[in-house]
């Protein structure tokens, strides 16, 4: 089994400062990793993946996260955020990585509330 | 945008009345996903279906029932609504069903059940 901690509900930010979301991960086989974002009122979009090879992933909109094997972490972070970042972020695992179907484990998500 | 349309968006019910909600893709992808959200949980998946008449249970599948009769539709049966459906249910495609694909989700179904 597999699970997916999201170590803030809710993180406060100002304008053009930057954030860090935190994700732990715990899964006894190698899984994929994703943030999907959550605007108001809307379905979840891709963010970002990593999948394998460099550790450091570029995602949509500015976004970047780090996928560190030992620490079983994959922390998302943005240097500088705007108002539109406002929006709820989802950290998910899917795997093992021969299943099929994509039955992603969400984490429980963290509020980013950016303020002016 | 993926074609994804959920519907109704949103429903109130009462308790032991059955509900049925419906998504319908344009994409023709061949797996397609119910998941529901609740505040502090994130998305489980209920069910999830690889194919025309082919489903399995996700991790809260107890209480549901799902069936795919067309490529393009699937839909989430609550046979007899409890107060603890109530939440917010997600439908999602993709195309293989590889565990390194992305999802694409639907607007989602807002379901009060009092």
């Known amino acids: 089994a597999q699970s997916v901690t999201q170590l803030d509900s809710q993180v406060p930010v100002f304008e053009e400062a930057p954030v860090e979301l935190r994700c732990n991960y715990s899964?006894?086989?190698?899984?994929?990793l994703f943030w999907y974002v959550q605007y108001p009122n809307q379905g979840l979009q891709l963010l970002l993946k990593?999948?394998?090879?460099?550790?450091l992933v570029k995602g949509i909109n500015g976004f970047e996260a780090e996928f560190n094997k030992s620490q079983t972490s994959f922390h998302l972070r943005k240097p500088s955020v705007h108002i539109s970042d406002t929006a709820e972020y989802f950290c998910?695992?899917?795997?093992?990585?021969?299943?099929?179907?994509?039955?992603?484990?969400f984490g429980g998500g963290t509020r980013v509330l950016v303020k002016p | 945008d993926a074609g994804i349309t959920q519907s109704p968006r949103h429903k109130v019910t009462e308790t032991g009345t059955p509900v049925t909600l419906r998504c319908h893709q344009t994409?023709?992808?061949?797996?397609m996903y119910w998941y529901r959200q609740d505040p502090g949980h994130g998305l489980r998946l209920i069910h999830y279906?690889?194919?025309?008449?082919?489903?399995d249970k996700g991790e809260v599948s107890d209480g549901y029932s799902v069936s795919r009769s067309k490529t393009e539709d699937f839909l989430l049966t609550l046979e007899s609504a409890t107060s603890s459906q109530t939440s917010v249910y997600f439908c999602?495609?993709?195309?293989?069903?590889?565990?390194?694909?992305?999802?694409?989700f639907g607007s989602g179904t807002q379901l009060s059940v009092l």
């Open positions: 999602a495609i993709s195309e293989s069903g590889s565990p390194n694909e992305k999802l694409f």
């Open positions: 899964s006894s086989v190698s899984v994929y």
């Open positions: 990593y999948l394998s090879g460099s550790t």
């Open positions: 998910a695992v899917s795997g093992p990585i021969k299943a099929a179907g994509n039955k992603l484990t």
């Open positions: 994409e023709n992808h061949r797996y």
């Open positions: 279906s690889y194919g025309v008449k082919d489903t």
